[in-house]
C-alpha cells in the first residue's frame, strides 16, 4: 500500500512563500501520478494542483493558477507543491494524494491513496 506524508507547512504572512513535500513509500514513483489539494474550514476539499508520474502535464487550479507550481523529484519519490504570494484565503490544511497514472487529463478527484496533512496558515 502507498503512504503519503507531507511536510512543509507552517505559518506565514500574507505575501511570503512557502514549500510543501510529499514523501512516497513506494520504490516506482512514475508510477503514480500525485496532486494536492486542501481543506478550509467548513468547506468542501479542493483540487490544487496534480502531475503524472514522470513530472509532465501540470494542472494547477484557477484559483492557484500563476503563484502555485507543482514539481516532482523522482529520484527523491517527493512531490513539491510551492506556493507564492500567499494570500488568507489560502489559509487549509494541505493535503497529497496519489492514484495509478494511466495517462490522461490529470483527475481532480477519485484519488485513492492520501497523506495526514499539513496546515497552512496566512495572516494577512
Known amino acids: 500500500q502507498l503512504q503519503l506524508a507531507e511536510s512543509g507547512g507552517g505559518s506565514v504572512q500574507a505575501g511570503d512563500s512557502l514549500t510543501l513535500s510529499c514523501a512516497a513509500s513506494t520504490d516506482n514513483p512514475t508510477y503514480y501520478l500525485t496532486a494536492w489539494f486542501r481543506q478550509s474550514p467548513g468547506k468542501e476539499r479542493e483540487f490544487v494542483a496534480g502531475?503524472?508520474?514522470?513530472?509532465?502535464?501540470?494542472r494547477i487550479a484557477d484559483s492557484v493558477k500563476g503563484r502555485f507550481t507543482i514539481s516532482r523529484d523522482n529520484s527523491k519519490k517527493i512531490t513539491y507543491l510551492q506556493m507564492n504570494a500567499l494570500e488568507p484565503e489560502d489559509t487549509a490544511v494541505y493535503f497529497c494524494a496519489s492514484k495509478v497514472d494511466y495517462g490522461g487529463t490529470i483527475p481532480t478527484s477519485g484519488y485513492l491513496y492520501w497523506g495526514q496533512g499539513t496546515q497552512v496558515t496566512v495572516a494577512s
Open positions: 502531475i503524472t508520474g514522470y513530472g509532465r502535464r501540470p
